[in-house]
């Protein structure tokens, strides 16, 4: 697996282009889509090529391979709109890997409801009681987006913290970014990556 992790991009046509080009400069398959997409948010200026329409333009020939999560300024109206499954709260991706490595589990949100920072690996114990698969997995990453400023380091609870930062409105004196995910393959550890949109160029690396 190759994914492409999008967030925050609030309605910028100009930015989910610019960002889904890299879909196939990485050779990705999958895509993680963390929230906020269509909306610029009522405390946010309008981002450079505010365009909702476009946006969702953008992203329906990859709806196949989109694993989608709401965001605080997501309404019912924005996800009718990109008309793919959204889940409310979040979602878990279990990555295989290749050649025999071993299983990762994913958890995406947006970030506003569940805390990344006190985030623990058995987490899905109490998110998912019912669910004897999903609850008896630890998270080995956790990615979000919400802050509008990328991240990439482990928190106390040891759980790798992901934030790709906002394709559109970035803060903290970023540039635009998104991340990428790759799979372990062989002796390769499965790791993620931080990178500029506007060159593609690598910011953070960091292996699980």
């Known amino acids: 697996m190759r994914a492409l992790i999008l967030s925050d991009i609030h309605g910028s046509a100009i930015a989910a282009r610019q960002a889904l080009a890299f879909f196939e400069k990485f050779n990705c398959d999958r895509i993680f889509l963390l929230g906020d997409t269509l909306y610029h948010g009522p405390r946010n200026p309008l981002p450079a090529g505010h365009g909702p329409m476009g946006v969702v333009d953008a992203l329906a020939p990859y709806k196949g391979c989109i694993t989608a999560v709401r965001g605080n300024c997501d309404a019912d109206v924005d996800l009718m709109m990109l008309d793919m499954p959204i889940e409310d709260e979040f979602a878990v991706v279990k990555d295989a890997g290749t050649e025999g490595a071993p299983e990762k589990t994913l958890f995406l949100s947006h ?98």
């Open 111 to 208: 970030g506003h409801i569940f805390m990344p920072e006190c985030f623990p690996a058995d987490a899905l114990r109490t998110l998912a009681p019912s669910d004897l698969e999903l609850n008896a997995l630890n998270v080995d990453a956790y990615i979000y987006g919400h802050t509008h400023i990328w991240k990439l380091e482990k928190n106390f609870k040891g759980v790798l913290l992901v934030n790709p930062g906002s394709t559109s409105l970035p803060k903290g004196g970023n540039p635009p970014t998104f991340a990428l995910y790759e799979s372990a393959t062989g002796s390769s550890p499965a790791k993620f990556s931080i990178h500029r949109l506007d060159d593609g160029s690598e910011l953070a690396t960091a292996e699980i």
